[in-house]
């Protein structure tokens, strides 16, 4: 770990290669947002003005799905002050994009901004991070839950991703709010409470199975989308003592079409770096990096890193290790050992899970 480096230490030796253009903001991109909120307005009205079969219902729900899943993306850049800078506008905006997800802008700066990109991959200090087995070892629940066969385990955790940033994010919220002044709780509560008081009211407008196709549909879909970025960002790679972005995060790689679709999400360890940078950017950050720490960058297309999630465990050991409690199996992460494309196991002597809760 003696080679590690803060994302800080990274952005400066590449702020030597990269013209200052790429450090202004990139206020078009709401061209695109504008484009997502015409698709969910437009099929919204459809599926609630005309008694159309549930297959066209159903057929509407996947760009609905898709469209909140953008706008989530934007709604993450927005609210990193790349699209806009002034404070209430970038609110403002953030809000909008994430009015389909009902996600508190103000939530999302202290828990996404402030902590997860402060201490990414840091046991205990990201929120975002998945345990260790000391930690899951105090849990009842998650001693039942690792008592599971692990096929049942990979299956439950990939369904999950259908709500998983749903309930992340009301989980953020309660942990969150009471880290805000008295003053401003009250906005922060009614930004995380509206989307939601628009949504269920949408319930009663429209009758359950055009809301169903509207919004909960997508909004499952739209979980699922999210979650299968997130879901690679840092999951395959090592808990770290540094918050260095080469060690601790991964960039996926999808068709430039996608890329396109998505605000370029996938370029993550770019974006950790320089995370106030627009990331139309990161494919030009990505190459000086490739030049600069070539056997440190970790990239792999983004259906070799979901596979190698489903065959791997989500517990630490020792930083370095995911770990199957219920077999003694031991899998390397990235930089550790961890070979996506032939994934493989060894036997480790774990300690006892203690009984205490």
Known sequence: ?????????????????????????????????????????GCFLVIGLFDLHPLVNLLLSIPIGLSFAALGFLGHEILHGTVIRKGWIRNLLGAIAFWPLSTSPQIWRKWHNATHHVHTQQDEHDPD?????????????????????FFV???????????????????????YIKSFNLKKQPTVFVQA???????????????????FFAFLLPLLIANFVIMA???????????????????????????KWVDVLHFNFSYHTEHHIFPSMSSK???????HIKNLWPDRYHEMPMG?????????????????DLVDPLKGKAF?????????????????????????D
Do not use: C
Request: charged share 20%; no cysteine.
């Open 1 to 41: 770990m003696s080679d590690l480096h803060n994302f800080g230490w990274y952005a400066a030796q590449l702020k030597k290669h990269l013209p200052k253009e790429v450090f202004k903001p990139a206020p078009f991109r709401l061209f695109g947002g504008l484009a997502y909120l015409l698709v969910v307005v």
């Open 129 to 149: 991070s998945w345990p260790t087995l000391e930690r899951i070892s105090k849990t009842k629940l998650f001693r039942w839950i690792y008592k599971l066969p």
């Open 153 to 175: 385990r990979a299956f439950t955790s990939f369904a999950s991703l259908t709500v998983q940033f749903t309930a992340h994010s009301i989980k953020m919220f309660l942990v």
């Open 193 to 211: 409470v509206l989307p939601w008081i628009t949504w269920i009211s949408l319930l009663f407008v429209m009758g359950f199975e055009k809301w």
């Open 229 to 255: 970025y997130i879901s690679t960002n840092h999951r395959l790679n090592p808990l770290v003592p540094v918050n260095d972005p080469l060690a601790n995060s991964l960039t996926v790689t999808v068709p």
């Open 281 to 287: 950017h990161y494919p030009l950050v990505k190459k």
């Open 304 to 320: 070799q890193a979901l596979k190698a999630l489903w065959k791997t465990p989500r517990v630490y050991f020792e930083h370095n």
């Open 332 to 356: 390397g992460s990235l930089g550790n050992g961890l070979d996506t494309r032939d994934i493989k196991s060894k036997k480790i002597k774990l300690p006892t899970i203690s009984k205490q």
